[in-house]
C-alpha cells in the first residue's frame, strides 16, 4: 500500500514543532498530567517498526494555532489541545497480531476509564476511537488505526474536544476512519 503523506497543514506543524525544539520553548511534549492522556502500550518490536513518534505540548500547540490563518477549524482545534501525541508504525511482520494487540490496548484503555465509541474490525483491519470524559465533557481522544497490511497509526489528543471537531481532527491528521459523522451524533446525544 502506498503512504499517503499528511495535508500541507500537517507539514506545517511538523516545521513548526522543529522549529520550536531549536528555539528551547517550554511545554514542547504532550503533558502527562493531562486527564485525556492515554497510557499507550508499544505494539511490539517483533512484528512493527516505529517509522515516527511526536509528542506535541500546548505552548508549541497554541504557536502553531497562531500561523494557520487560513484554517479556521484548524486553528480552532489547536487552540483548544492541551496535548497531540502520534505514533506511525510500518507493519512488517504478522498484521493479525498487530491488530490484536491494538484490540488489547483498547481493552486495557476502557478498563481505565475509556469509552469505546467506535470500533471496526475486518479482517487483519481495525479501527478503535475511544474518548475520555470527565464531568460529560470530552477532555481525551485515542484512535488506534492498523490497515491490515503496511501501517498502524495511534494518536492521543488531550484537551476540550468538541464532538464536532472530530471529522476535523480525522481530516487534519490524515487517517481514514470511517463512520466519524455516527461517533459526532452519538456523542452529542450523550451530552
Not at 528551547?24 to 516505529?50: E, H, I, K, Q
Not at 483548544?80 to 481493552?107: K, T
Not at 475486518?122 to 490497515?147: F, I, K, N, P, Y
Amino acid at each position: 500500500m502506498e503512504h499517503c503523506w499528511p495535508n500541507h497543514t500537517i507539514l506545517r506543524l511538523f516545521f513548526v514543532a522543529g522549529l520550536s525544539i531549536l528555539l528551547g520553548a517550554c511545554s514542547l511534549t504532550a503533558p502527562r498530567s493531562s486527564a485525556g492522556y492515554a497510557d499507550l502500550d508499544s505494539l511490539g518490536f517483533r512484528d512493527v517498526d516505529n517509522v515516527l513518534t511526536l509528542s506535541i505540548g500546548p505552548a508549541l500547540l497554541r504557536f502553531a494555532a497562531g500561523h494557520v490563518d487560513d484554517e479556521p477549524e484548524v486553528k480552532a482545534l489547536l487552540k483548544s489541545l492541551d496535548g497531540i501525541r502520534i505514533r506511525i508504525y510500518e507493519i512488517d511482520g504478522d498484521a493479525g497480531r498487530v491488530a490484536g494487540r491494538m484490540s488489547a490496548m483498547s481493552g486495557r484503555l476502557q478498563e481505565n476509564g475509556w469509552e469505546p465509541v467506535l470500533s471496526i474490525k475486518e479482517g487483519d483491519e481495525a479501527t478503535h476511537m475511544l474518548l475520555r470524559l470527565v464531568d460529560g465533557q470530552v477532555c481525551g481522544m485515542t484512535v488506534l488505526v492498523s490497515d491490515g497490511d503496511s501501517e498502524a497509526v495511534v494518536i492521543n489528543l488531550m484537551g476540550d474536544i468538541r464532538p464536532e471537531q472530530f471529522g476535523d481532527v480525522m481530516l487534519a491528521l490524515d487517517v481514514d476512519t470511517p463512520g466519524v459523522e455516527v461517533v459526532e451524533r452519538a456523542v452529542n446525544e450523550k451530552g
